[in-house]
Nanobody, 120 residues
Framework: QLQASGGGLVQAGDSLRLSCAAS????????MGWFRQPPGKEREFVAT????????YYADSVTGRFTNSRDNAKSTVYLQMNRLQPEDTAVYYC???????????????WGQGTQVTVSS
């Protein structure tokens, strides 16, 4: 199971850190991804991190503002989001799979989502 948390209502330029805690498996087995679904839009890729963290990949829209990290001892992945903008408003989901990929359809396990709202 994946449990995302840390969302909220912030102003443009603020920061948030999302967390995604995993249970029920061997966390280090999985690459972890973050996706988001803006209001009225399709779910889209945000970031992914490999099993032990050396490989990371970001969507162009968040590169330089968001940082993905993980703590395998705590079975948790984090998404540090800086300089948030109104267009970052979305429900954010974490997901897990056994290979490093940005393809949404390849992810096997999904958390429930956490709402991030950025006001201008």
């Amino acid at each position: 199971q994946l449990q995302a948390s840390g969302g909220g209502l912030v102003q443009a330029g603020d920061s948030l850190r999302l967390s995604c805690a995993a249970s029920g498996g061997t966390f280090s087995t999985y690459a972890m991804g973050w996706f988001r679904q803006p209001p009225g839009k399709e779910r889209e890729f945000v970031a992914t991190i490999s099993r032990f963290g050396p490989n990371k990949y970001y969507a162009d829209s968040v590169t330089g503002r968001f940082t993905n990290s993980r703590d395998n001892a705590k079975s948790t992945v984090y998404l540090q989001m800086n300089r948030l903008q109104p267009e970052d408003t979305a429900v954010y989901y974490c997901a897990a799979r056994d290979g490093f990929t940005s393809r949404l359809e390849d992810y096997e396990y999904w958390g429930q989502g956490t709402q991030v709202t950025v006001s201008s």
